[in-house]
């Protein structure tokens, strides 16, 4: 695989990009945190008491991510920060797991909330371009870290894509299981990419070594590492 070498100009810039991204993440999720689980409280909806955990854990990913670039060489902190990444998503996971078993089995229930309706269609249209700009800038870089957190932050996305129709065919249907149903593939899928992240793969992220030219890449023949 050939790589262009990155002056040290872009690199720069590629990670401030990164840092200003990364701020936008924890401020927007810290505030969906807070007013999924007031709201969550106040309908005693596990559902968006779960939504409100996993901003939590999106800031614990986001903010591996921002100590990692605030260092003056941050791929020396990317293994750390990878760690911390993979460990979120086993988090979100287990809980998402056990929150859908519980809703199934009528033990709780996604109860109508028109806060929650309209913070989780607010994520939809915040969160894809988030994952997107860090993932593009990530790939660029060369950081595996920055492309597991916009896994992450993509993982939000689908958490408020199922949200949102749970809260909405509950609320018009009474069908309090469909999202349940899709938070249990989102676990799945969180499970994959802990495992990436902890193994270090991130979509064949290349390390900022080979992008400046003190290495030879490793060959990626999946095509994961094309430009998007």
Known sequence: MTTAVLTPERTAVLRRRIRIVVAITISWNVIEAIVALAAGGAASSA??????LDSIVEVLSAAAVAWQFAAPDPERREKTALRVIAVSFFGLAAYVSVDAVLSLAGLREAEHSPVGIAIAAL??????????????????????????????TLICTYLSAALLVGLVLNSLLGWAWADSLAALVIAGFAIREGVEAWRGDACCATPVAVLTGEREADHCDDGCCSPS
Not at 47 to 52: H, R, V, W
Not at 123 to 150: I, K, N, Q, Y
Request: overall charge positive.
């Open 123 to 152: 994520s939809l249209l915040v969160m894809p371009f988030l994952s997107w700009f860090e993932r593009r800038t990530g790939r660029e870089l060369g950081s595996a870290s920055a492309v597991a957190d916009s896994k992450q």
């Open 47 to 52: 559902a968006l008491i779960g939504f409100g």
